[in-house]
Nanobody
Framework: QVQLVESGGGLVEPGGSLRLSCTTS????????MAWFRQASGKEREYVSV?????GRIIKLSVKDRFTISRDNNTVWLQMNSLEPEDTARYFC?????????????????WGKGTPVTVSS
């Protein structure tokens, strides 16, 4: 069973930065897609970015100039710059063992509990 643990969330003013981390355990070989999703209060979960072990990256268009995903084996980070109030959400890390790269949350069987990000002055 793959366990994922996110960290790095918090309260930040608009224009500030945060770096989220996701560490994994319970799986010795390299995971396939690892992704960041977020869910704001009252809204559906949406993908933010996906990283594959081969270096492939997908990032949501609305954040591509501000957020960067990076990955080292089974650890993934999300660097978030120029944060906006609209980025306020709970951010989740997710992973899958096989299959094509996907941004559909239903395709990810393993999830962390999330880390809250609040952007407010």
């Amino acid at each position: 069973q793959v366990q994922l643990v996110e960290s790095g969330g918090g309260l930040v003013e608009p224009g500030g930065s945060l770096r989220l981390s996701c560490t994994t355990s319970g799986h010795s070989s390299t995971l396939k897609s690892m992704a960041w999703f977020r869910q704001a209060s009252g809204k559906e979960r949406e993908y933010v970015s996906v990283a594959t072990p081969g270096g492939g990256r997908i990032i949501k268009l609305s954040v591509k100039d501000r957020f960067t995903i990076s990955r080292d084996n089974n650890t993934v980070w999300l660097q978030m710059n120029s944060l906006e109030p609209e980025d306020t959400a709970r951010y989740f890390c997710a992973a899958r063992l096989a299959g094509p790269t996907t941004t559909n949350p239903d395709d990810y069987p393993f999830w962390g509990k999330g880390t809250p990000v609040t952007v407010s002055s």
